[in-house]
Structures are given as structure tokens and as C-alpha cells.
């Protein structure tokens, strides 16, 4: 148990709805990062928020966005879903924004669209 | 931009046989590695990491990695594996961007194991 927790486990979904996943990091850390991981595009980072305040975006679609609250959870909010974003979505945790120490990973949210 | 490229798909090792996962990246500056490992219906864990220092880095459950800058390779290795290594396996490389390093993973290697 890394000590992330990311709710829901699953979320089935229609075409064109809107998601929020959470996520709560690891008592202490500051950082969250949010992946998409799916067969097509692998593992890929989205988006890293540091303390509340965004500190870098990867590959990110507009349709996407995310946030960090003051108590340090997060929450990735998915609209207009499409087929393709179909994936399994973890996010990870970690001390500090440098990225040099260990993220921690969450057990994912499998989001379905259908 | 960096990139990872982990060449083998799949690996098959007998339990008990030596491992030997590769890792190839391309960074223009020192690069952060990692290795991680995911077992199924997991997230990652770390495995082990290099950011400087002596090239050959060790880490949990007996992997070590052997960062070879003139080679752009950071394989990792395990002299003997047990059942319970069948995961996938994944590299990466730390990008600086927004002031921290991000990992850019590669495409990851499924280690079967066999009895």
C-alpha cells in the first residue's frame, strides 16, 4: 500500500459526460501528478501541481482539468469523453516539486466510455 | 524532448535464471532514470533510481541498474528471479519542465516467469 488513494477503482461512462477522479496523496507530500496509461499511448503525464499551484503539463487535453485543494487532495475532472479516453488513470504523490525523490502511485481509477 | 525506448515487448526467464531488462534513452543533459515495476491491477513502484554518482545503483527486491552514459542505456538486472518478479517493467527518464523533472516512460516489458 503506497498510501495514495484514488477514488472511484472504476467509473463507466457514456460519450460526451464528465468524470471527476480523486485523488488524496500520501500524508506529507506536497506534489500530485496525474498519468493516463492505455495500450495505444503507454504511460504518458499530464499534469503536476505542487502545493496547489500548477507547476507543469504534459500531454493534456483541453477537455481535461485538474486541480489541488488546500488540504492537498486532487481532483482530475474528464468532459466531454470520448472513446479514446478510455484508460487507466493514476495519480502519484511525492514529497516535494522537484520530481528527484520517489512519486508514490495510487492503485489507478479505470475509466470506461462507452 | 526525451525519450525512452525499452526494446523488448515481452521477456520470458525460468525462475531462478538471471535477468536482464534493457533501457535506452535520449536526454540532452544528465539525466534522472528510474526503473519501475507494476503488477497487475497495480500502480508503479519504485524499484531504484540514478541521478549521479556511482553508475551502478542498487535497489529493492535484489534489481540493480548500471547507468552507461556512452551507451545512453540504463538496464536493469537481477541474477536470480522468482515467480512473484512477473510484472511489467517499466524505464523512464526525468525532463525538466515547470522547474521539476518529469518522467517520460517507456512502453514497458512484461516479465513472464516460468516454473
Known amino acids: 500500500d503506497s498510501g495514495v488513494t484514488q477514488t472511484p477503482k472504476h467509473l463507466i461512462t457514456a460519450t460526451g459526460q464528465r468524470v471527476t477522479l480523486r485523488c488524496s496523496p500520501r500524508s506529507g507530500d506536497l506534489s500530485v501528478y496525474w498519468y493516463q496509461q492505455s495500450l495505444d499511448q503507454g504511460l504518458q503525464f499530464l499534469i503536476h501541481y505542487y502545493n496547489g499551484e500548477e507547476r507543469a503539463k504534459g500531454n493534456i487535453l483541453e477537455r481535461f482539468s485538474a486541480q489541488q485543494f488546500p488540504d492537498l487532495h486532487s481532483e482530475l475532472n474528464l468532459s466531454s469523453l470520448e472513446l479514446g479516453d478510455s484508460a487507466l488513470y493514476f495519480c502519484a504523490s511525492s514529497v516535494d516539486g522537484t520530481g528527484i525523490y520517489e512519486q508514490y502511485f495510487g492503485p489507478g481509477t479505470r475509466l470506461t466510455v462507452t | 524532448a526525451q525519450s525512452v525506448t525499452q526494446p523488448d515487448i515481452h521477456i520470458t526467464v525460468s525462475e531462478g535464471a538471471s535477468l536482464e531488462l534493457r533501457c535506452n534513452y535520449s536526454y540532452g543533459a544528465t539525466p534522472y532514470l528510474f526503473w519501475y515495476v507494476q503488477s497487475p491491477g497495480q500502480g508503479l513502484q519504485l524499484l531504484l533510481k540514478?541521478?549521479?554518482?556511482?553508475?551502478l545503483v542498487q535497489g529493492i527486491k535484489g534489481f540493480e541498474a548500471e547507468f552507461k552514459r556512452s551507451q545512453s542505456s540504463f538496464n536493469l538486472r537481477k541474477p536470480s528471479v522468482h515467480w512473484s518478479d512477473a510484472a511489467e517493467y517499466f524505464c523512464a527518464v526525468g525532463g525538466l519542465a515547470g522547474g521539476s523533472y518529469i518522467p517520460t516512460f517507456g512502453r514497458g516489458t512484461s516479465l513472464i516467469v516460468h516454473p
Open positions: 540514478y541521478f549521479s554518482g556511482d553508475t
